[in-house]
């Protein structure tokens, strides 16, 4: 094969013969959500709401979430483009720089945040380190520098090596969850019912609804960039939508089961409790390295789309920013990416629309040459400020609801 040839289809659709198994795409958008920040929301779900508001709230959300990324991954697998070239002709070809820099700025920063999610808890619980805000040893940094190098390696070589370490990690971090979250209960002295009759239980279902889909909706607006591997739109929907369902589903009752059974907020801290040192280490590497991986993929497609470098150096350029600020941004930076975190559902939104309204264009059509469309800019724009600001409903729907409007009118008044 011929060196140059770009592996990732960085500026092209994917063509049949980069399209991957079925089990290798079901694989790598199930890696996708295996993210431990999830597990802070399933502690969250569990002292928020009862046993049986905890299960609504995971299908009610799970639904949302599902529809919302099962349409990026049809769309996505349809046209084999990533959500870069798919923005260029929704947004225009500079108007693309928008959504390229707000998701590739979200996942360098829980790049940064997933890094020392894996690199403190080990520093404190088995390296024994005094770990604050103010502090961090040395060891904790050479922990983190280690991770960083490895998680942008993956990145680096695309979507062979992602698949590869979701092979590896998925099996292994759903199977040792599972045995530790069970073993978690049995130790314990109440049933889940019980256990989750404790608490506030001042959530309510719509409100732990609104915490699932806001755990992943950030990284759901980027599945386009691996669905565009399927064989076909009907498979990169299906496993879009089952593996998002599975896997938030399991991080959630991993982080609820944790906080009522052993007062930690993940697994990690029931298998230290279970004195199971080494496996607890192996899973949390793991299930932060799926998702980190696929979240510097998507980041540097999108720098590539701006700056016009190839994917692979804006790979690298971006796992050193994540890297070198991972401590400050875990610290300081979560719930400004909470914010941000509103700001990609309109993307998603858009891109749909554009793509069911425009879709013999993005298949057939000539290469985009609109510069820039406004009316997506400003629908962007607008359902931001609307998740953000409006606090009655779900703040995805709001800023989705929003955006379509302002598009859909604009893009009638418009022609």
């Not at 991770?147 to 590869?164: E, R, W």
């Not at 109440?190 to 909706?217: H, M, W, Y």
């Not at 909470?338 to 749909?352: A, S, Y």
Request: net charge neutral; charged share 10%; with cysteine.
């Amino acid at each position: 094969m011929n060196k140059t040839v770009d592996v990732d289809y960085t500026n092209r659709p994917v063509d049949k013969a980069g399209r991957k198994s079925n089990l290798s795409m079901f694989m790598v958008m199930l890696g996708f959500t295996f993210f431990s920040a999830s597990m802070w929301v399933g502690q969250q779900l569990a002292d928020g709401l009862t046993w049986s508001e905890f299960i609504w709230a995971l299908l009610l959300g799970g639904a949302i979430l599902g529809a919302y990324t099962g349409a990026l991954g049809y769309i996505g697998a349809e046209s084999g483009l990533s959500l870069d070239n798919l923005s260029k002709r929704s947004f225009g070809v500079k108007g693309s720089y928008l959504p390229s820099a707000m998701i590739s700025f979200t996942q360098i920063g829980w790049f940064g945040v997933g890094l020392a999610m894996f690199a403190i808890p080990v520093a404190k619980e088995i390296l024994g380190l005094d770990v604050t805000p103010d502090h961090m040893p040395w060891q904790g940094y050479l922990l983190v520098a280690i991770a960083g190098v490895l998680m942008t390696a993956s990145a680096y070589f695309g979507i062979k090596s992602l698949t590869i370490i979701s092979y590896i990690a998925v099996p292994a971090v759903a199977i040792l969850g599972t045995v530790a979250m069970i073993l978690a209960v049995k130790q314990g002295d109440a049933t889940l019912v019980e256990q989750f009759s404790k608490g506030t239980k001042d959530l309510g279902i719509l409100a732990g609804a609104g915490l699932v889909v806001g755990s992943f909706v950030s990284g759901g607006t980027a599945t386009p960039n691996f669905t565009r591997f399927a064989k076909n739109a009907k498979v990169g929907c299906i496993t879009t939508v089952i593996a998002f369902f599975i896997g938030n589903s399991l991080m959630f009752l991993f982080g609820a089961v944790s906080s009522i059974y052993a007062g930690g907020n993940d697994i990690f801290e029931v298998m230290l409790n279970l004195n199971l040192f080494y496996l607890a280490v192996f899973v949390l590497g793991l299930n932060i390295w799926t998702t980190n991986d696929n979240a510097l993929y998507s980041a540097g497609l999108g720098l590539s789309n701006i700056s016009g470098l190839t994917k692979k150096a804006m790979v690298i350029i971006s796992g050193i920013i994540g890297t070198v600020a991972a401590v400050w941004l875990y610290w300081n930076f979560v719930g400004w990416l909470n914010v941000l975190n509103c700001t990609l559902p309109p993307i998603g939104i858009i891109l749909v629309l554009d793509y069911f309204i425009s879709r013999n264009d993005y298949l057939s059509g000539p290469e985009p040459t609109k510069v820039v469309n406004w009316t997506a800019i400003i629908g962007v724009i607008l359902g931001a400020t609307v998740a953000n600001l409006v606090h009655w409903g779900l703040p995805a729907i709001n800023g989705m609801a929003v955006a379509a409007v302002c598009y859909l009118v604009g893009r009638h008044f418009g022609k």
